[in-house]
């Protein structure tokens, strides 16, 4: 499965994302040809966090204002960073866009808050961190507690994965749906 001449969009808050759910499939992206960028709210820089610890920073490619065009969205998890995205109508925006224009999303750990706020979620089935699972329930989700989630039911398709543990399963169907394949 190749993503070659595909550019995949990774959204992030300017600061609280889990590094290795940023940087991991990030990796995957780039390792089936295509080329990740790092979108944000703000120009700069972005600061990951590996748990509660600061880690690296990350410089920023384009912010959610912009008019570049994407061929798939990643949101990786961290608990700061999809709370912060969710209460920025703008990120918001972006994000219901790839859903209006059936673009695949891919979403992991706390990151489905986001997709809560962006109204995307009646009727889909996905996996998340445990905490969120009423709240996903709540926003008309069926939630599953299972390593790796293919939606295909709604306008976009959307891959969902727990936590960090499940970023090899994540990655590999990532890769496999954004590519185009039919997942199995």
Known sequence: MSLSGKTIAFLVAPEGV??????????AVQDAGGTPKLVSTEEGQV???NHLDKGDTFEVDATVHGPEQYDALV???GVANPDFLRMDPDAVK????FFDERQPVAAICHAPWTLIEAGVLDG?????????????????????DEEVVVDLTGPAPLVTSRKPDDLKAFNSKLVEVFSGASPG
Do not use: Y
Request: proline fraction near 7%; charge should be positive; glycine fraction near 4%.
């Open 124 to 144: 889909r089935r996905l996996t998340s961190w445990p905490s969120l699972q009423t709240d996903l329930r709540n926003a008309g989700a069926e939630w599953v």
């Open 94 to 97: 972006f994000v219901k866009r």
């Open 18 to 27: 889990e590094q290795v759910e940023l940087t991991e499939p990030w990796k």
């Open 75 to 77: 949101l990786p998890g």
């Open 47 to 49: 600061q990951a966090f």
